[in-house]
T-cell receptor, first 114, second 115 residues
Framework: KAGVTQTPRYLIKTRGQQVTLSCSPI?????VSWYQQTPGQGLQFLFE???????NKGNFPGRFSGRQFSNSRSEMNVSTLELGDSALYLC?????????????FGPGTRLTVT | AQSVTQLGSHVSVSEGALVLLRCNYS??????LFWYVQYPNQGLQLLLK??????LVKGINGFEAEFKKSETSFHLTKPSAHMSDAAEYFC?????????????FGKGTKLTVNP
């Protein structure tokens, strides 16, 4: 229903490792946004990509990066993982025509850092 | 900068009672406002949105919200709660300007429905 596929759904990594998460929106949706959800900080915006370009970025350290491919699929990478990076990472798709267009969220990737 | 405040991190109602979840926003430009619902171990599902058309917005599952500019509020209501409404609800704001679609979320309100 959401039209967003996120892989993997669950991931366990060790502190210091890096991780790559994937997000695939349905065809025609060129905007992909990433959010981090934690019990303490709630939902926080990471970045948004539109037509392979980063259009906006949240207040996260440079260890968090992303990219988008020509088919609108997006990847998010976190290097040198810290315990505090444990979170649910949500990806949202949108038509990309502006803020009035609703964002549809995928089920998320649950990352646990040990 | 934009922000959202959701009053009450937990709300408990009886089945069949009115649901009222409060959201106040802060925005220096005309806002777009959204309500999302999240069930356990799932992503966010859009309930409804306000984009400067009608101030009373009807959404899915019998929910509605009213935009009140003078009160900077966008409270979510449902006349009669159902057990299946138990979930966490998030209010979010964004704006027309800039072309970007960054959503700023409130901290969420967890709704419990008692039989």
């Amino acid at each position: 229903k959401a039209g967003v596929t996120q892989t993997p759904r669950y991931l366990i990594k060790t502190r210091g490792q890096q991780v790559t998460l994937s997000c695939s929106p349905i065809s025609g949706h060129r905007s992909v946004s990433w959010y981090q959800q934690t019990p303490g900080q709630g939902l926080q915006f990471l970045f948004e990509y539109f037509s392979e370009t980063q259009r906006n970025k949240g207040n996260f350290p440079g260890r968090f990066s992303g990219r988008q491919f020509s088919n609108s699929r997006s990847e998010m990478n976190v290097s040198t993982l810290e315990l505090g990076d444990s979170a649910l990472y949500l990806c949202a798709r949108s038509l990309g025509g502006g803020a009035a267009y609703e964002q549809y969220f995928g089920p998320g990737t649950r990352l646990t850092v040990t | 900068a934009q922000s959202v405040t959701q009053l009450g991190s937990h709300v408990s109602v009886s089945e069949g009672a009115l649901v009222l979840l409060r959201c106040n926003y802060s925005s220096s430009v005309p806002p777009y406002l959204f309500w999302y619902v999240q069930y356990p171990n799932q992503g966010l599902q859009l309930l409804l949105k306000y984009t400067s058309a009608a101030t009373l917005v009807k959404g899915i599952n019998g929910f509605e919200a009213e935009f009140k500019k003078s009160e900077t509020s966008f409270h979510l209501t449902k006349p009669s709660a159902h057990m299946s409404d138990a979930a966490e609800y998030f209010c979010a704001v964004t704006s027309k300007r800039g072309g970007s679609e960054k959503l700023v979320f409130g901290k969420g309100t967890k709704l419990t429905v008692n039989p």
